[in-house]
């Protein structure tokens, strides 16, 4: 009678541990669908807000979009790129400083202040020189659009 009882005990655990494992399994589809079906939603906001003439833009389209709005956003933008992809080199902070317009006598420090960083052999100058990207985003005086970028970035 003891080993029936031991058997049926035995039998109801893996019932139970296989039910519990179905549950924690469906639970996190739904979560994983809710998470997609937000992401899609926020998409299309971002979308109808910094594309509104393309209806199919990409993610890139409208991060490119968005970063074209504010000159230190996009230096910034480019910037951290580069600390945190090194394969292409000086690449994408080229690309980036080539695309600031220097308007005012701190642009200029700016502007040379990274150029100086070509000299360097490794990406983490643009964290730790004096204008580099951390500086950069502080610069970015429009909330919304900071706000809009961040949220762009954690799609991609």
Not at 6 to 15: A, F, T, W
Not at 85 to 96: H, L, P
Not at 108 to 116: A, E, R
Request: charged share 35%.
């Amino acid at each position: 009678v003891k080993q029936d009882i031991d058997k049926m005990n035995d039998k109801v655990e893996r019932l139970y541990n296989k039910a519990c494992t179905e549950l924690r399994q469906r639970e996190k589809q739904r979560v994983l669908k809710e998470e997609e079906v937000k992401s899609a939603h926020l998409l299309a906001l971002l979308r109808a807000k910094y594309y509104p003439d393309n209806p199919f833009a990409e993610a890139s389209d409208i991060l490119d979009s968005l970063l074209e709005k504010n000159k230190y956003l996009m230096l910034a933008y480019h910037l951290e790129c580069t600390r945190n992809d090194w394969s292409e080199g000086f690449d994408t902070a080229e690309y980036g400083l080539s695309k600031f317009s220097i308007d005012t006598p701190e642009d200029q420090k700016i502007y040379d202040d990274i150029q100086g960083c070509f000299d360097c052999e490794d990406g983490r100058v643009f964290r730790d020189t004096e204008y580099g990207y951390g500086y950069l985003y502080s610069k970015v005086e429009d909330n919304e659009l900071m706000s809009d970028f961040q949220t762009l970035c954690r799609m991609l």
